[in-house]
């Protein structure tokens, strides 16, 4: 017999089950009365509710009378709302078994491949990431090059990361409130490179893992070719809902949770202390593992930048919590340097699985990274306050040219999560590239394919002016009329 994982719990109960109860799904929908036909009324709101990711897929609905008590109608509006459901393709049903939800034919586009396309001249708003000035730049190779040079005699391989930089890391949480030592840390090529090993070490085929709906598409991506079975939990422009969060850790029981509670990407919303507290518990009583990305952590803009999310931890539980971060949207992504947070333990599991694929890092990349981490208190104000200007300029300009668009502007991150009133992203998104504008249509952060159609994440990280410009070309390309049905373009997806 095969020898059990040392980070897999094992023999445990796997619950396959999604439901949702009657009083959520009441507390959901506005009120029936006054509004004829009522059942149709009932029906468009619960499918607009599945296609803006606020319902999940493959949830089984509550029955029909507990749903009619909840809302204080009658047996015969239930019966008739899920048939129109089940008639439109938001709900099938299956003898015996209850209503589940489910998307039309059609909603779902074909394959995604989140490439880098060609290079031209559009401006670029897939990739929600900041560039690094020359100056910064000259300036922290001209300290590095010393450096480097006690460098080239030796081998040049650190599977677990440079030792001064494992050390700055570390020291950076513990200032943050998380007491930390270099052996808690591993440095990886990005954060996406620590999700990745992290999946790679404590999921196999098949396991479920908790995610967020919308959610980073490159995560999910690499979930998918883990062949790891997703269960989402909404995210709206106000937040988590902590019950169904519970409920899902409670019902589904997954191997492991991805989150990203600071500014969460794509929405920007942050997670209060609480509700932080009563996840941990849940994974607590649930034996998931938790992946906290942080990547978006230092970008406040509104507010005190938060803690470390294990801090809301008890000590005990603090081993169940691996966090990762890096210096890709508070500095530049070109350094590809990200790092990870987990028990000493597990760093030494996972750095054994990071030879299997690249021995380690550029020593060059992590010693400018050392340099630029330790003028972080110098670099990151300025880059705040140019957010700052970028996102009052992006929505003064939405604000002028689509004034139908609503949005709700987040206390930090990179972006805003821009609903277009009717569903129409993948569409618009095509047709603006004509206009030299790239972006993604909010289908790409979805867990599901075909949802979040009436939403697109418009990044701030361009410059004021080419922001206007940008919107002032969506406008325009809105005026002139979308194509319907869109068209698959042969050119390849890539976000950031």
Known sequence: MAEAHPFRPVDRAERTQRTLGSRQLAAMLPDPSGTR?????????????????????????????????????????????????????????????????????????????????????????????????????????????????????????????????????????????????????????????????????LCRPGDRVMVENPSYPNALEAMRRGRLRTVSVPVTDTGWDIEILESTLRQVVPQLAYLMPDFHNPTGCLMPEDERARTLCAAQRSGTWLVIDETLADLALDVPAPPPF?????????????????????????????????????????AGQRVATD???????????????????????????QLRRRRTALAAALTAHLPQWTWHLPPGGLSLWVDLGEPIASALAERALDYGVRIEGGTHFATDPGLFERRLRIPYTVPSDTLHEAVRRMATALADGLPHPPTTRQQPHWVA
């Not at 966090?323 to 760093?347: D, E, F, N, Q, Y």
């Not at 890092?361 to 972080?376: I, R």
Request: positive net charge.
């Open 37 to 201: 036909p009522a059942y149709r009324h009932l029906a468009r709101a619960i499918s607009a509710l599945i296609l803006d990711g606020r319902i999940a897929l493959h949830v089984k609905l509550p029955a029909e009378r507990e749903l009619a008590t909840a809302l204080h109608t009658s047996r015969a509006t239930i019966t008739a709302v899920y048939d129109l459901l089940r008639e439109s393709g938001y709900a099938h049903s299956r003898q015996g078994s209850g209503t589940w939800t489910a998307l039309p034919d059609g909603r779902a586009p074909h394959g995604i491949t989140r490439l880098l396309g060609p290079q031209d001249t559009a401006i670029d708003l897939a990739r929600a990431a900041p560039g690094l000035s020359q100056q910064t730049l000259t300036e922290a190779l001209s300290r590095v090059a010393p450096q480097l040079a006690e460098h080239v005699h030796t081998p040049g391989y650190h599977p677990y990361g440079l030792p001064e930089l494992r050390a700055a890391i570390a020291e950076r949480f513990t200032r943050r409130g998380l007491a930390t030592v270099p052996e808690q840390i591993l440095v990886t090529s990005g954060a996406q490179h620590a999700l990745t090993l992290v999946l790679g070490l």
């Open 359 to 385: 021995m380690g890092g550029s020593v060059l990349d992590q010693l400018l990274a050392l340099t630029l981490l330790a003028q972080a208190a110098d670099l990151l104000p300025p880059r705040l306050e």
């Open 310 to 350: 294990a801090t809301h931890a008890t000590p005990d539980r603090t081993g169940q919590v691996i966090t990762i971060g890096s210096m890709s949207k508070t500095h530049w992504g070109g350094l590809r340097i990200g790092w990870l947070r987990a028990p000493a333990r597990l760093v030494t599991e996972l």
